[in-house]
């Protein structure tokens, strides 16, 4: 079965995991200013600590556009969130910016504690 969208919890008839996110948006310390400033406009939605650092930390929500293409015609991004932190790799900088407004789409609570799904997201087909 083919899908696109969130492939979580949901997929299976179950409710949609929403947990508070506290951990950082880290990116690496290469980034270009079209990285930098989604992972800025992340952040600031999350209400999380904006980083730029060599190496993923591990305990953040890594951001990579690293010219990943699932088929050389056609581009992706892939978000993965889980309890300790995530990561979203993205094919390019306008596939990196879809990702982000579709997480800051998702994302439910107050402003002082957003919620985020945990599971995966993506805008490329899911075999199932």
């Known amino acids: ?25 880290a ?15 992340l952040a600031d939605s999350l209400k999380v600590p904006y980083i730029q650092i060599d190496r993923n930390p591990v305990c953040c929500l890594w951001i ?10 056609e581009a992706a991004y892939i978000i993965l969130l889980q309890e300790g932190g995530g990561r979203i790799i993205a094919s390019d900088a306008n596939q990196l910016q879809m990702a982000v407004a579709r997480l800051m789409q998702l994302r439910e609570g107050g402003d002082d504690r957003p919620l985020l799904p945990h599971g995966l997201i993506t805008n490329y087909s899911i075999i199932q």
């Open 1 to 25: 079965m083919f899908a696109m969208g969130m492939l979580s919890a949901a997929a299976t008839g179950e409710a949609m995991q929403m947990r508070p996110w506290v951990w950082p948006v």
């Open 27 to 41: 990116i690496p310390t290469s980034s270009d200013a079209g990285v930098q400033k989604s992972a800025r406009m």
């Open 64 to 73: 990579e556009v690293d010219q990943w293409s699932p088929n050389p015609k």
